[in-house]
């Protein structure tokens, strides 16, 4: 937590304060035709999440998504790529990068890490679409997506090819 004296406008001083968070990394996995979704159980909660996880320190965000996607996953794909980086909050400094990793292969049993226990299944890309909806998906940034791409035809198309390559 940083804290810091600024001065207001009428010259007083107010503290303020900044969180810092390690970055993070997700990744919407393709696997044929059907996309990775994780039941995952943490120590106090349990959530439906994508492939993903903390950065290591000095670790590459692309290289974290990779680890991160073949632990908790068991696949790996060579057909990885940045498809976008938010903030999620101005007084957290945070990065969260969500790849797009196609054509995902399975490569060994998943690894977890301690705390963890993760299910992972395949689903459409319409019941991708629903987790829009869904109380369990732990993702705002992506929820907000999803819903944006249910309310604008012609956006959802775009996607499913960016995806699917079709």
Known sequence: VYHW?????????ETFEKLKRVDTVNAISIV???IILQE??????????????????????LEAMKRELLEETG???????????TCPFSKIIWK?????????????????DAGEK?????????????????????DSFMKYYLLRLRLHPEEKEKFRKLLFKK
């Not at 004296?5 to 001083?13: A, I, P, R």
């Open 5 to 13: 004296e600024q001065k207001m406008f009428d010259g007083s001083l």
């Open 32 to 34: 044929g035709d059907k």
């Open 40 to 61: 995952q159980e943490q120590p106090g909660e349990k959530f439906l999440s994508l492939p993903g996880g903390r950065c290591e320190k000095n670790e590459d965000h």
């Open 75 to 85: 696949y790996a794909s060579k057909d990885i790529f940045l498809w976008k980086e």
């Open 96 to 112: 969260v990068k969500y790849y797009i990793a196609r054509d995902c292969q399975f490569i060994q049993n998943p690894k977890l």
């Open 118 to 138: 993760i299910t992972s299944k395949l689903i459409t890309f319409e019941e991708l679409l629903d987790l829009s909806e869904n109380e369990k998906f732990d």
